[in-house]
């Protein structure tokens, strides 16, 4: 009799437990495509126009007697941050980046040299809509900007200053492909907007503009919570 109960509860067991087993698996969610918490570092096009800060430096070059300098670009912006995302299809990103644009001084008496700095710190929020390895993003956001400007003069001995506070909002979309290894690449396009809000504060009261492109790479630090 107990080889018997042996036999029929042998394969009855084995079946519950194995689904079980089963089961369990079915309720474990996918593997994530995007991390949890990741770093990434982008470089980007960004060529804003400094009509405004070009309109000071000349309004000083005529009031001063200064000769008239070159007028001022910037044509990249280099940032990195992190990426917070609590479920894949939100991410917070917080960021900081740099912009330079420097020119070399001429070798007539009446040139001279520009040099800006702009420094970014800000974030935005992102949409994704993960496919396979691939995902794609849309989002805003807002920051700060602070822009340090100068011009010195080689004929006549003088430097010249103007600097400004800017708040800046911002719209992005792209694609991102993810490496089996969690890292991502990234394309994404935009428009940014930058005025300053509290001009007694600053040289000149001016707004900053420009379409943005770039491209990001991000690597995983934490997969999920």
Same mark, same amino acid.
């Given at each position: ?36 918490? =990741? &770093? /990434?570092?982008? #470089? ?5 126009? @400094? ?8 309004? *000083? ?73 691939? =995902? &794609? /993003?849309?989002? #805003? ?5 602070? @822009? ?8 006549? *001995? ?68």
């Amino acid at each position: 009799m107990k080889k018997l109960v042996a036999v029929f509860s042998l394969p009855i067991l084995s079946i519950f437990f194995l689904s079980n087993a089963l089961w369990a698996q079915q309720k474990e969610p996918p593997p994530r495509l995007i991390s949890a918490v =990741s &770093f /990434f570092v982008s #470089a980007n096009y960004f060529s804003p126009k @400094l009509d405004d800060v070009n309109a000071v430096y000349s309004t *000083i070059e005529k009031n001063y007697y200064l000769p008239a300098g070159t007028d001022f670009k910037n044509y990249y912006s280099v940032s990195g941050g992190i990426k917070i995302s609590p479920v894949e299809q939100q991410t917070l990103q917080a960021e900081v980046g740099i912009s330079l644009y420097k020119t070399p001084l001429g070798s007539s008496d009446n040139s001279s040299k520009n040099f800006l700095q702009l420094f970014y710190t800000g974030g935005t929020y992102l949409i994704n809509f993960p496919l396979n390895r691939l =995902s &794609f /993003f849309a989002g #805003a956001g807002a920051g700060y900007i602070r @822009l340090n400007t100068e011009r010195t003069y080689s004929g006549q *001995i003088g430097v010249a200053h103007v600097n400004a506070n800017l708040f800046q909002v911002h719209g992005t979309i792209g694609a991102e492909f993810f490496h089996s290894t969690g890292v991502s690449f990234a394309v994404e396009g935009g428009y940014a907007y930058a005025t300053t809000p509290l001009p007694e504060r600053s040289d000149l009261d001016f707004t900053l503009h420009s379409i943005t492109g770039g491209i990001k790479v991000s690597v995983p630090l934490i997969n999920k919570f």
